[in-house]
């Protein structure tokens, strides 16, 4: 090879030119683009999850007050976190539908009224109402109450009309069906502690009170009445006055058996409640005048029981009315005290009169 055909070594182009260390440089530049973005990733995932932990677990602070929300049949779940957003229970829906889901109760939602109240967590709502731990109104109506009593006690509630409520005890072909012979469905609301949902109107109401009171009516109780020869709507009326009478328990077989006395011979009952009973807003005490009041019920003029009750009875007096004492007497006085003075005759009674209303 001739001279000129030597290579010249200084100016040829070492292998690799240079784009290894580029590409060398492109795959470090990203993974490290790789490592931040995963970074990235788990920071904005573990802040997800501290804010999802402490959402779920501490109090809503939007629940500023007890707030009533009616949860309707047929919604679905999304329609409810709207519905709670909307009232001010929940700040954070798509956080609380996500609960719901991890939890699988988004079709466990039952319907009805819930109270929600501050300091609620978002886990004890959904756990609220997916238990149905709807909100009752709790209506406690005593021994005694007549039907004007228990409609101003449940309109108080301030859920209810009285005149509503009055309207339904005193509808007449409920009472039909009853075989009550009187319009009023007085006597047959049975006096207890009942638990009420929003939902319910006055007519429910009134049923759920019929119904507890039927099952007053045992076998038993039937029976004895049938011995008396009195009606079951007789038996409720003669409780309903001894119920008036007294409060004390231990007193009202003796009552009922004044009363029983006087029916057999044919006396006037003169029971002063029965005199006053149609008058809503009677706050007595019970003067001459309304024992002259002109009224079907008044004991002072007409012979016999009432047309019926004049309030509604409980257990206690249902069993007086069913086991009169047997006893002569044939009068009695209140002495002052809750209790009562018997007496077996007239003058004795006056004497009782002249005693106990002058000490009183």
Known sequence: MSEDATPDL???????????????????????LLIVATLLITVGFLLFIKTYHDYVHSPDPIISEATLVRIKPGMSFRQIAELLT????????????????????????QAGEYTFKPGFTPLQILDISSRGDVTFWKLAVPEG?????????????GNWSEERFLAAAEDRDKAATLG?????????????????????????????????????????????????????HQVLTLASMIEKETPAKDEMPTISGVFSNRLDKNMLLQSDPTAVYG??????????????????????????????????????????????????????????????????????????????????
């Open 10 to 32: 200084a100016t040829q182009t070492p292998p690799g030119d240079g784009s290894a260390g580029r590409a060398g440089a492109g795959r470090s530049s990203r993974l490290i």
């Open 86 to 109: 909307d009232q001010g229970v929940i700040s954070n829906p798509g956080l609380f539908r996500l609960l719901a889901h991890q939890k699988g109760v988004t079709t466990r939602i």
């Open 145 to 157: 109450f007549d039907v004007y009593d228990i409609a101003r006690r449940l309109s108080a509630l």
């Open 180 to 232: 009550v012979p009187v319009e009023s469905l007085e006597g047959y609301l049975f006096p207890a502690v009942y638990e009420l949902r929003l939902s319910m109107t006055e007519e429910q109401i009134i049923n759920l009170m019929i119904r507890r009171g039927q099952a007053e009516k045992t076998e038993q109780r039937a029976a004895k009445a049938e011995e008396l020869g009195l009606t079951w």
């Open 279 to 360: 008058l809503p807003d009677f706050k007595g005490p019970i003067k001459k005048k309304d024992l002259e009041r002109k009224s079907p019920y008044n004991t002072y003029l007409h012979k016999g029981l009432p047309p019926g009750p004049i309030c509604n009875p409980g257990t206690e007096a249902i069993d007086a009315a069913l086991n009169p004492a047997d006893t002569e007497y044939l009068y009695f006085v209140a002495s002052g005290d809750g209790r009562h003075v018997f007496s077996k005759t007239y003058s004795g009674h006056m004497k009782n009169i002249r005693k106990y209303r002058k000490n009183n």
